[in-house]
């Protein structure tokens, strides 16, 4: 069974800086998605970014983006220049690819973020 | 844009109560969720359902029960409620291709008394 470990239950960032979240994820699958989701307090849950594992590039989204390193199964968040709107638990979350189709999601704990202003 | 629509923002049932709990997906997703999140726990799988009338169970069904009777809608079902399904509960969708990115409702906080 697929495990994704958060080891920060709790950080905090001064706005305009820059924060990591970490995560590691334990898989014997090839073929798998990594995605960061983020829960603002009493909003919904939204997909962050995601990466495909066979692809070796780094994901990207404006100020998000990831450092994937797939022989260490370590999937980390970077946010560059923190906004008091990126407060919120962030998830890592793993999803097994097969070829009859997707599976469930496999969560983190979750990281909850704190920016400082 | 997909709408994920969760029938109660706030419930409170009493321990033994038949709880529902419905779920609207406006996007055609054959796959639905239903998940329970504690803090310090994450989110934990309760059941899915890959297309009408079909379900699986996750990770902790115990004491839930769920139906599908139309694609759009999941509905979870609480047989008799107790204090330990006191939580937040989230229903998800999503497509069966691509990246199956799950789309999330704003969930129901659900007290059992």
């Known amino acids: 069974a697929q495990t994704v470990t958060q080891s920060q239950p709790e950080m905090s960032v001064q706005e305009a800086e820059t924060v990591t979240l970490s995560c590691t994820y334990d898989?014997?699958?090839?073929?798998?998605?990594l995605f960061w989701y983020k829960q603002p307090p009493s909003r919904q849950m939204i997909l962050v970014i995601r990466?495909?594992?066979?692809?070796?590039q780094n994901a990207t989204e404006n100020r998000f983006s990831v450092n994937f390193q797939k022989a260490a199964k370590s999937f980390s968040l970077k946010i560059s220049d923190s906004q008091l709107g990126d407060t919120a638990m962030y998830f890592c979350?793993?999803?097994?690819?097969?070829?009859?189709?997707?599976?469930?999601?496999?969560f983190g704990k979750g990281t909850r973020l704190s920016v400082i202003a | 844009d997909v709408k994920v629509t969760q029938s109660s923002r706030y419930l409170v049932k009493r321990t033994g109560e038949k709880v529902f709990l419905e779920c609207v997906q406006d996007?055609?997703?054959?796959?639905m969720f239903w998940y329970r999140q504690d803090p310090g726990l994450g989110l934990r799988l309760i059941y899915f359902s890959y297309d009408v009338k079909m379900k699986e169970k996750g990770d902790i069904p115990e004491g839930y029960s769920v139906s599908r009777e139309k694609k759009e809608r999941f509905s979870l079902i609480l047989e008799s409620a107790s204090t330990n399904q006191t939580s937040m509960y989230l229903c998800a969708s999503s497509m069966d291709s691509g990246w199956g990115e799950q789309f999330f409702g704003p969930g129901t906080r659900l007290t059992v008394l």
């Open positions: 898989t014997s699958e090839s073929n798998y998605y």
């Open positions: 990466q495909e594992a066979y692809k070796q």
């Open positions: 996007m055609d997703h054959e796959n």
């Open positions: 979350a793993f999803m097994k690819q097969l070829p009859s189709g997707n599976t469930p999601l496999v």
